[in-house]
């Protein structure tokens, strides 16, 4: 079926705005990670969902920063109160298989904050 | 603590060269698997390989090959023959059971014709 999809693609937005990104994991993929990448830079590792079970929210940078899965598929991350420094590429990946499987990568979000 | 750690920021070589991008780990955990993704200027991250703790054979790929030795915490990845395709930012990642999959900050690799 269809690979990971992330809505919107682009994203401008004000500084003090707030802004949602959705994640539509691979049907099936029991977990959900949301990355985010600066340009030039690696890969920081923001949340992770796993089933029913409490997500992993260590990489979360602020208490601007939010995120849902609804019924253990749809994910939406929410940032509060955008600032300049959220802009970045944010990235979806999904993995069938629990803590140890291969991620499945959406094309990412790219949020451009004015 | 868990972190991947890639000393090479950028390395160009001419196509046809072999590269060797290196990456070096640490966790406590004694059951962890290791991960190479490729990064084309496209954007989208491509899984090339994933090894557990516990296989330490070397693996070979068509042009590429993985060594992974646990007595230097290291995975490198090396490319033989490289072509102009290679050209990407290659992110080496670990994770284990209690934490999720952490990159390094990535090797951009570019081959010149």
């Known amino acids: 079926g269809a690979g990971v999809s992330q809505s919107p693609s682009n994203k401008v937005t004000e500084k003090g705005k707030d802004v949602e990104l959705r994640c539509d994991p691979i049907?099936?993929?029991?977990?959900l990670y949301w990355y985010r990448q600066s340009l030039g830079q690696g890969l920081e590792f923001l949340i992770y969902f796993q089933g029913n079970s409490a997500p992993d929210k260590s990489g979360l940078p602020s208490d601007r920063f939010s995120a849902e899965r609804t019924g253990g598929s749809v994910s939406t991350l929410t940032i509060q109160r955008t600032q300049q420094e959220d802009s970045a590429v944010y990235l979806c990946?999904?993995?069938?298989?629990?803590?140890?499987?291969?991620?499945?990568f959406g094309e990412g979000s790219r949020l451009t904050v004015l | 603590a868990q972190k991947v750690t890639q000393a090479q920021t950028e390395i160009s070589v001419v196509e046809k060269e072999d590269v060797t991008l290196d990456c070096v780990y640490e966790t406590r955990d004694t059951t962890y698997y290791l991960f190479w993704y490729k990064q084309p200027p496209s954007g989208e991250l491509v899984f090339l390989i994933r090894r557990n703790s516990f296989d330490e054979q070397n693996e070979i790929s068509g042009r590429y090959s993985w060594n992974f030795q646990k007595s230097t915490s290291s995975f490198n990845f090396t490319i033989t023959a490289s072509q102009v395709v290679d050209s990407a930012v290659y992110f080496c990642?670990?994770?284990?059971?209690?934490?999720?999959?952490?990159f390094g900050s990535g090797t951009r690799l570019q081959v010149q014709p």
């Open positions: 990946a999904s993995s069938p298989l629990r803590d140890t499987g291969e991620l499945f």
């Open positions: 990642a670990l994770s284990t059971r209690r934490r999720a999959l952490t």
């Open positions: 049907s099936g993929h029991t977990a």
